[in-house]
């Protein structure tokens, strides 16, 4: 244990999925207590007996809706009272419905914006929601979890022969969101809030091999990463190491997206 992040409490919205329960897992690691906060209750609170188990006092569970602000908002009043105070929030969920990830000419209008509605516009208000009680309690961190793909253009050609594609809702939405993180950070300039972003690259969860072969001839050595490979760079932008760091994208992609 670093002790990088010993007494901060942490929000991190999905809490319970593939990267959040790692997330979580290191804060608890590095001192911080996490506060797993999922749609899925049943699995945030999964998510903190495994991690009690090795950091009694690092995990706790809490209910959220990042698309209804009377859940947000009730969120943050009950981790207050239960933690004391709440340092940093990680903006992780991923909101999408049924018909999410259809190739581009089968996407109707109405989904692409109930996606785009979902995810980025829950992601605002989440940072709206924070900005408002950070500005209460002196100041806090916020990390927007965005993605290559709000940073380059897709290479469609890894996906050939797979019934994978890269969705068009999530490149607008990451790179959106890429935007929200300078436009809050430059917004809240002078309150001690301070706002960037972390754009992983794939996770490995099981694609077909023929498609990790592929995505790995355009890294430098790992190719796919496991989500205990981002760890280290959110500990680094919840820690007072990144004191300083404000309104930036902090990629993590064994250099897919040179
Ligand atoms: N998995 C990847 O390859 C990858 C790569 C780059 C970026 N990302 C980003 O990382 C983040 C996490 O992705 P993941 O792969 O862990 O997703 P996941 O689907 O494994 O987990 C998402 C979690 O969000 C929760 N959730 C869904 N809707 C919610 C809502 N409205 N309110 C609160 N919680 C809600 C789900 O219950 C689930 O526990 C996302 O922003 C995703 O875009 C993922």
Redesign the pocket.
């Known amino acids: 244990m670093s002790g990088l992040l010993k007494g901060k409490r942490i929000v991190v ?2 809490g ?5 329960r790692t997330f979580c897992t290191a804060i608890a690691e590095h001192g911080g207590q996490a506060v797993v906060a ?3 209750l049943d ?1 945030a609170k999964c998510a903190v007996d495994a991690i009690v188990q090795q950091y009694p006092a690092g995990a706790v569970a809490a209910t ?4 209804d602000k009377d859940s947000v908002d009730r969120m943050i009043g009950d981790v207050h009272v239960r933690c004391g105070r709440i340092d940093a929030i990680v903006n ?4 999408r419905n049924s018909r999410y990830g259809r190739r581009m000419e089968e996407v109707e209008y109405a989904d692409f914006c109930d996606n785009l509605g ?1 995810h980025l516009g ?1 992601y605002f208000l989440v940072m709206q929601r924070f900005a408002d009680y950070f500005k209460r309690t002196g100041g806090g961190n916020m990390i927007n ?1 965005s ?1 290559i793909y709000g940073v380059v253009a897709p290479r469609f050609d890894i996906y050939e022969g797979t019934p994978m594609t890269m969705p068009v809702e999530y490149a607008a939405i ?1 790179s959106g969101l890429l935007h929200l993180t300078r436009y809050f950070a430059q917004y809240l300039k002078g309150s001690n809030i301070r706002v960037n972003a972390l754009s ?1 690259g ?2 490995l ?1 099981r694609q077909p091999e023929a498609f990790l072969a592929r995505y790995r001839d355009l890294c430098a050595d790992k190719g796919m990463l496991n989500p205990s490979d981002l760890a280290g760079s959110l500990v680094f932008l919840l820690s007072d190491l990144s004191r300083h760091v404000d309104g930036q994208n902090l990629i993590v992609d064994d250099g897919f997206s040179l």
């Open positions: 919205t999905g319970a999925g593939l990267l959040g999922d749609r899925d699995a959220l809706d990042i698309t992780n969920a991923y909101p979902m829950g979890v993605s990451k992983p794939g996770i969860d």
